[in-house]
């Protein structure tokens, strides 16, 4: 089984980014799903959690620091989810998981490699253990 | 009426709150066929009575081993009504903090269906008197909506943290709320019904009464809650001194967090 990916993409530059690097119609890796979420500062923990026993990785990608649609959501989420990394790391599971991009609306392609780079980590570790 | 008490993996500490004050009223009526703790019974004695043969039973404490589990289930079916006691039996209790580490216990709940379900670590003496009335009258009370803060006699204000703090290092002199002071108090994401009582002796709140109603994932609300409140620019020096995250934000509910579960389901396939 290869592994799924959970994406949360904030509607302001990821889920952005992610429609600009469909008009290239580029493959992606099959077991990612995006979902578009408000703000990268509006998600919950707990759907990171569950997100997490659900599906092998999770990429929350928001926009660049100082460039947050709502002034400063991206910055409460990377505290957030830097605050949920040291609880994964307390309870055994491996932060690598969890993983954060800041990126603009154009920075599709960077978008896709960083996926495809996640997808790969994910698939080694599975062979790994 | 007989009733049968048994405790499973805990501390132990529930069934004597069977002697506080309040109760003596309900064990007027009642006449205890089996206590393992007060007796030293054999479990078999259990099962020599007739199906639904006993009108309550009173599990407490989690389940680690066969043994256990066997005890829940014969509980289950020589019992009319079985009542789950304490955190342990709850949501894993402390002994659940052994998730941290490996395999460790599930709650009573994970293996038969209580009645009903009496919180604490250990229940408070009218949390007991309202619980057994409402059981015994037909109309068994329901979790509250309302956190422990309801009750909770410290002063509330808007506040900003620069760090986190544990409870030696806090004033007790200062009457704030100790989420101001940066201290990981659970008492608002744990349901009101024990009156404060560690808040009023100067303690902060364990969360041992469990989640108000309708609330999921109280360890990760707190965590975002007191995150949020953090100045940014010392954000990450406070996360790198905050010490036991599991001990401050799941205590007595390890055992039911997703992550977990999921880890257990892996190891049983």
Redesign the interface.
């Known amino acids: 089984m290869p592994p799924k990916i959970i994406g949360f993409l904030c509607e302001w530059c990821a889920a952005r980014a992610l429609e600009n690097l469909a008009f290239h119609r580029p493959e992606l890796p099959p077991g990612f799903q995006p979902l578009r979420i408000n703000c990268t500062g509006s998600l ?3 759907v990171v ?2 997100a ?2 659900q599906a092998e990785g999770v990429l929350v990608a928001g926009c660049p620091s100082g460039e947050c649609h709502f002034k ?1 959501g991206n ?2 989420a990377g ?2 989810l ?3 990394r ?3 790391s ?4 491996d932060p690598r998981r969890l993983k954060v991009l800041w990126l603009s609306a154009g920075e599709g392609e960077r978008l896709g490699e960083e996926i495809w780079k996640f997808y790969r980590e994910l698939s080694h570790e599975d062979r790994g253990s | 009426m007989k009733i049968a008490v048994h405790n499973l993996l805990s501390c132990g500490g529930c069934d004597p709150v069977f002697f506080l004050e309040e109760l003596p009223e309900f064990f007027s009526q009642a006449e205890v066929v089996f206590w393992s703790k007060v007796k030293d019974e054999e479990p078999k004695i259990l099962k020599k009575f007739p199906d639904q043969g006993i009108e309550i039973g009173f599990l407490c404490g989690a389940i680690k081993s066969a043994g256990q589990e066997e005890m829940a289930q014969v509980f289950r079916k020589k019992c009319r009504m079985v009542v789950a006691v304490g955190a342990c039996a709850l949501w894993g209790g402390i002994p659940g903090l052994l998730w941290a580490w490996g395999e460790g216990p599930r709650p009573v709940s994970s293996f038969i269906s209580p009645e009903l379900c009496i919180p604490g670590c250990p229940p408070e003496g009218p949390t007991w008197a309202a619980c057994l009335q409402g059981l015994l009258s037909g109309q068994p009370p329901k979790p509250s909506e309302e956190p422990v803060c309801i009750e909770c006699p410290r002063n509330r204000r808007p506040f900003r943290l620069s760090s986190f703090r544990r409870f030696p290092e806090t004033d007790p002199e200062i009457p704030e709320c100790y989420l101001s002071l940066g201290v990981f108090c659970a008492g608002a994401v744990t349901q009101k019904g024990c009156g404060a009582r560690c808040l009023k002796a100067g303690y902060p709140c364990l969360g041992c009464y469990g989640p108000p109603a309708g609330l999921s994932a109280r360890g990760e609300r707190l965590l975002s809650a007191l995150v949020s409140a953090l100045v940014p620019q010392k954000a990450s020096q406070a996360l790198t001194r905050w010490t036991d995250p599991i001990g401050s934000l799941y205590r007595f509910d390890l055992a039911t967090h997703p992550l977990l579960r999921k880890r257990s389901c892996q190891r049983s396939a």
Do not use: I, N, P, S
Not at chain 1, 90 to 93: D, F
């Open positions: 919950e923990l707990e959690t569950k997490l026993a400063e910055l409460r505290l957030h830097e605050a949920l040291r609880v994964l307390a309870l055994g599971e």
